[in-house]
């Protein structure tokens, strides 16, 4: 009779068998628990801001024409909200070399598979030198219930821009 039969027939070996089977049970309890916890639920989604002053445009135009062609974006679920100067200006001045980008993710880890992955990163070097970049991420607020249950009470034409108080 081979020896891991014989081994289980006494309580010593039983209390052994017992054991190993405790050990690997708990082994692929921990590793089923620990893959679970590393899935997150992306389910609190995020806003990209993108703010730059551009020293350069040039130097972004090679950027530019790259980042559109990474399937990046797509793939992480992410899109533009917006991406441009501003349409009009409430108060002070827009400074002509100033822009400002955001881009949704459904969350952080997202955004991060975004902006950490090899395709952008080997991107990233070509807006070198183009001006002062500052990329942020931000928690998006929930739709109020009151949105959508209602017209707005004023709808106003354009306005003459404000100073600052």
Not at 28 to 34: D, I, P, R
Not at 135 to 156: C, D, F, Q
Request: include cysteine; proline fraction near 10%.
């Amino acid at each position: 009779m081979p020896a891991a039969a014989r081994s289980t027939k006494t309580p010593r070996g039983r209390r052994r068998c017992l054991r190993a089977s405790l050990v690997v049970a708990g082994l692929v309890a921990c590793s089923w628990a620990l893959a679970e916890e590393q899935v997150p639920a992306c389910d609190k989604p995020v806003l990209m801001l993108v703010i730059g002053q551009l020293n350069s445009r040039d130097a972004l135009k090679e950027y530019g024409t790259a980042l559109r062609k990474l399937n990046t974006y797509p793939e992480q679920q992410g899109y533009y909200e917006f991406s441009t100067r501003p349409s009009e200006t409430f108060e002070g001045q827009w400074p002509d070399n100033q822009f400002i980008i955001g881009a949704n993710f459904p969350c952080v880890e997202a955004a991060r598979g975004f902006w950490y992955s090899d395709d952008y990163q080997a991107i990233r070097h070509l807006r070198s030198g183009a001006g002062n970049i500052s990329v942020t991420i931000h928690p998006m607020n929930e739709v109020p219930e009151y949105i959508g249950k209602a017209s707005p009470k004023r709808l106003l034409p354009p306005q003459p821009t404000q100073s600052p108080p």
